[in-house]
């Protein structure tokens, strides 16, 4: 298949205003945004500070729902580029140099599906601990102003085109959506098989 330009005025004229905007300390902190996502030992850390919450809050659900969703994401990303071939912005517009295809966003859709499946999933598994309604909304806006930032930082950097981000976050919120709503589903046919009557302290 022939590689898709997909110019378009939303991409382009999006990525021009960026690079007549961009700040000294606004690159740094893409840059290391970008160096936290794509470093082996950053990443290693990241799992084992995941690790050790879900361990010590007991998180398996949410903890399934996310890491189904991380790799669902990863795959359909992968498939989705090698179907559409779209190249990556050009070398005026981007700070760093990054291989493969463009279209949709890996980073973006990850995130944004992790991040569907968190907010849907612990509300419900893990009433008992985040027993707050406002606990639950800041944990949320964490979570989505994290998955913003990532992909606002892709933009920035020249690493992806405003609509592989937009793309990645719609895509990777339906992926996360899917693995909340499997999770659930065991949580309640769990529930049903419980013996009835016996009252659990």
């Known amino acids: 298949m ?6 378009n005025p939303l991409d382009t004229g999006t990525m021009r205003f960026v690079v007549e905007h ?26 084992l500070v995941a690790a050790v919450v879900i361990v010590a809050l007991r998180a398996w659900r949410p903890a399934a729902a996310a890491g189904g969703a991380l790799v669902a994401a990863a795959v ?13 912005p050009p070398a005026a517009l981007a700070i760093v140099a990054t291989g493969g295809f463009s279209f949709p966003s890996t980073q973006a859709m990850e ?23 406002a606990m639950r909304r800041v944990g949320a806006t964490v979570l989505v102003g994290a998955t ?7 933009i920035y950097l020249g690493a992806h085109w405003p609509t592989d981000v937009l793309a990645g ?3 990777g919120a339906v992926v996360g959506g899917l693995a909340s709503r499997a999770a659930l589903r065991t949580l309640r046919t769990s529930r049903t098989s419980e013996p009835q009557g016996a009252t659990l302290r």
């Open 76 to 88: 359909v990303a992968a498939v989705l580029k090698a179907v559409f071939q779209r190249p990556r």
């Open 148 to 154: 913003a930032l990532v992909g606002a930082c892709m």
């Open 2 to 7: 022939k590689p898709q330009t997909w110019d």
């Open 111 to 133: 995130t944004a599906a992790i991040t569907a499946a968190l907010v849907l999933t612990v509300p419900v598994t893990m009433e008992a601990v985040f027993r707050s309604v």
């Open 22 to 47: 961009r700040a000294d300390w606004a690159t740094a902190l893409a840059k290391a945004v970008m160096w936290v996502g794509t470093t082996p030992v950053a990443l290693a850390a990241g799992v």
């Open 169 to 171: 976050w719609v895509l």
